[in-house]
Structures are given as C-alpha cells and as structure tokens.
C-alpha cells in the first residue's frame, strides 16, 4: 500500500521537471528534503536524490550513475601567496560510475498495476558531497530492454573556507547498516562504509562490486571498510586478512595495504596536530592494535580514540573517533586530519 500511494502522488512532485514522454522517461523526485537541481551545499554534506523512471514500450534493464568532480577531489596545496595559484594546476577532473546495475521494475503487485507496460522503478541515492572545494556533476541514466534510454543530472558547488590549509580535515558519519531500505528498491548493501582517507569519499558496496565488473576501478579508492564483527565497529585495510571472507580475490583481485597505529593522543592533541611532521611522528611512534598484528585494522573502536595511518602512497594522517554508537543501528563519528 505504501508504494501504491507513492506512485500516486508521484505525478505532483514530478509535475514541475517532466520531460515529454519517449521510449524511456526519467525524472527526479521533487521536495525539500531531497536533492533534484544544481545547488550549493557544505563539503561532506548528507544528501538524497530519488529518481522515478517508467518504460513506455519496453521493460527498464539498466541503471548507471556516475559523479564527474572538478577539480579531482584529491586535496592539493595552494602556493602561498595565493595571489600566484593558477587554476590549471588543480587536479585534473576525475569522473567516477557510482552505480551501474541491472534493476527490476515494478510492473504489478498485489495491490498495484503499473500503466506503463515496461514497468516503474524508483531509486534513492544516499551519498556525501566532496569533502574538498569544487564542483560535482552527478548524472543518471535509465536504459530499456532495447537500449533506449533517457538521462537526467545536477550540479553540486562546494565552497569549503579553509581550502587553503596544509593538511587536509573533514568529520563523517558512518552507519555500516543503515535504516532499512525504501520497499520499493531492489538494490540492497547500501552502507556507505569503503572509506577514501585522502578525499574523505564515502562509498557504498554497489560503487565496488558488481556482477560485470564495471565499477572494480573504484576498489582502488578503498583505504580502510568500516565494518561491524561481535557487535563493535572496526576499521580495516581491504587487504586485512578479515575481509578475504567479505570480499573474495576474484572480484577483488588488487586490495589496498592501509597501516593503522594506537595511539595515546588526546583529543586536544589531535587539534594541534596540523603538519605532516605531526601526522609521520604520531604514526612512527604509535603501536600495533592486539587484536591485528598485521596493521591493518583497528580492532573494536572506542569514543576518544585516536588512530594513525598510512596509505598506500605513503600519505599519513590521523582519525579521532568522536562518538560511536553500538546496537542494531550503529554510527560511528568521526574527524580526518591527513597530510595533502
């Protein structure tokens, strides 16, 4: 009942962004709660998109997204003065496939009969803004049966006011399983928990892994998985030897060797720290955690902890958890402070 009611009162939140009916129609979901126009909105900010496709003539297959920012949301070092920054040397524009999956539409239920004979189908995109200045360009593309498809994008600015800075900070939340998904979506493992440490770049496990391997190139972004083992969360590196179960070598052949040091810094300790000096010295004299002699996971976190890293390119940075809340529905808190 609840997703007959949606689809009926689809057609007055779309009323404002419908395009003339074609093989494929795609539009985006309109309120004030959920992302559907070019805005400017906070770095690392929480958004939600939902987007509505239908299939006039044939049955929807496909559906692709994919996220273009500009510049790259690799965090670079601005000359000083600033006066001298030519914007040529940003990061180069990275496009990334956030999603590309073959989907199911919803043609009829037991209460419901859909009026377009290839079927409905609605999508809600959780995700996070870049963490750095920039713009990103997120485009959504629905394809049919026959390869029609329709398309449909918008435009994010991030203006963040200490871009400038030798070291690059965000704050994140992360919930390794989240609230349950909408009843009408059929894509499941949602949980943004593949952590960028550099970008600050949260994805879900459907922007890693699928079945035709078009988005393995993003397995190469993952520095550490937040993950959830006898009722704690950790974080560990893809190639900590916990995740060989999760994530088998053959569709994760190439795994990322993120090193993670305890520390005994406090959290005033943590807000001083603003030098890769700071962050390298905090690392070299940090100590393995018991539970992963291998260094590569943190073991179960605890509020207040400070945590040390090193990625695979040798940059290094720190991680204070803020808050971590335990249970069915578990969120970790926490701040990024890594060298540029």
């Given at each position: 009942?609840?997703?007959?009611?949606?689809?009926?009162?689809?057609?007055?939140?779309?009323?404002a962004c419908?395009?003339?009916?074609?093989?494929?129609?795609?539009?985006?979901?309109?309120?004030?709660?959920?992302?559907?126009?070019n805005?400017?909105?906070?770095?690392?900010?929480?958004?939600?998109?939902r987007?509505?496709?239908?299939?006039n003539?044939?049955?929807?297959r496909?559906?692709r997204?994919?996220?273009?920012?500009?510049?790259?949301?690799?965090p670079?070092?601005?000359?000083?003065?600033?006066?001298?920054?030519?914007?040529?040397d940003?990061?180069?524009?990275?496009?990334?496939?956030?999603?590309?999956?073959?989907?199911t539409?919803i043609?009829?239920?037991?209460?419901?009969?859909?009026?377009?004979?290839?079927?409905e189908?609605?999508?809600?995109n959780r995700?996070?803004?870049r963490?750095?200045?920039?713009?990103?360009?997120?485009?959504y593309?629905?394809t049919?049966?026959?390869?029609?498809?329709?398309?449909?994008?918008?435009?994010l600015?991030?203006?963040?006011?200490?871009s400038a800075?030798?070291?690059h900070n965000?704050n994140?939340?992360v919930?390794?399983?989240?609230?349950?998904?909408?009843?009408?979506?059929?894509?499941?493992?949602?949980?943004?928990?593949?952590?960028?440490?550099?970008?600050?770049l949260?994805?879900?496990?459907y922007?890693?892994?699928?079945?035709?391997?078009?988005?393995?190139?993003?397995?190469?972004?993952?520095?550490?998985?937040a993950?959830?083992?006898?009722g704690?969360?950790?974080?560990?590196?893809?190639?900590?030897?916990?995740?060989?179960?999760?994530?088998?070598?053959?569709k994760?052949?190439?795994?990322?060797?993120?090193e993670?040091?305890?520390t005994n810094l406090?959290?005033?300790?943590f807000?001083?720290?603003?030098?890769?000096?700071a962050?390298?010295?905090?690392?070299t004299?940090?100590?393995?955690?018991?539970?992963?002699?291998?260094?590569?996971?943190?073991g179960?976190?605890?509020?207040?902890?400070?945590?040390?890293?090193?990625?695979?390119?040798g940059?290094?940075?720190?991680?204070?958890v803020?808050?971590?809340?335990?249970?069915?529905?578990?969120?970790?808190?926490?701040?990024?402070?890594?060298?540029?």
């Amino acid at each position: 009942m609840r997703f007959r009611l949606l689809l009926l009162l689809l057609p007055v939140l779309l009323g404002a962004c419908s395009k003339t009916n074609g093989p494929v129609r795609l539009d985006f979901v309109g309120n004030t709660t959920l992302t559907s126009s070019n805005r400017t909105v906070s770095a690392n900010d929480t958004l939600s998109t939902r987007a509505y496709a239908v299939g006039n003539d044939n049955a929807l297959r496909r559906l692709r997204i994919s996220v273009t920012y500009e510049p790259g949301p690799e965090p670079f070092l601005y000359p000083l003065p600033l006066s001298g920054f030519d914007p040529s040397d940003a990061p180069a524009a990275q496009t990334i496939v956030y999603l590309d999956s073959l989907i199911t539409p919803i043609q009829s239920t037991s209460t419901y009969t859909s009026p377009f004979r290839g079927g409905e189908y609605l999508f809600e995109n959780r995700f996070s803004a870049r963490s750095t200045s920039g713009t990103e360009v997120w485009q959504y593309t629905v394809t049919d049966a026959t390869g029609e498809s329709a398309s449909r994008a918008f435009r994010l600015t991030v203006r963040k006011p200490d871009s400038a800075a030798v070291f690059h900070n965000y704050n994140l939340v992360v919930r390794p399983r989240p609230r349950t998904a909408l009843a009408f979506d059929t894509l499941r493992e949602r949980a943004r928990v593949f952590l960028n440490l550099s970008y600050g770049l949260l994805l879900p496990k459907y922007a890693v892994l699928n079945n035709e391997a078009t988005v393995q190139p993003n397995q190469q972004l993952v520095d550490v998985i937040a993950t959830v083992r006898n009722g704690s969360i950790t974080l560990e590196a893809p190639a900590h030897a916990g995740q060989l179960p999760l994530l088998p070598v053959a569709k994760w052949p190439i795994r990322r060797r993120t090193e993670l040091r305890r520390t005994n810094l406090s959290s005033v300790e943590f807000n001083a720290a603003a030098t890769t000096a700071a962050f390298t010295t905090a690392f070299t004299n940090g100590e393995l955690f018991t539970a992963a002699p291998d260094g590569l996971s943190t073991g179960a976190l605890a509020k207040d902890q400070v945590i040390a890293f090193r990625t695979t390119e040798g940059k290094t940075g720190l991680l204070l958890v803020s808050d971590v809340v335990l249970g069915t529905a578990p969120v970790l808190t926490c701040v990024v402070r890594v060298q540029k």
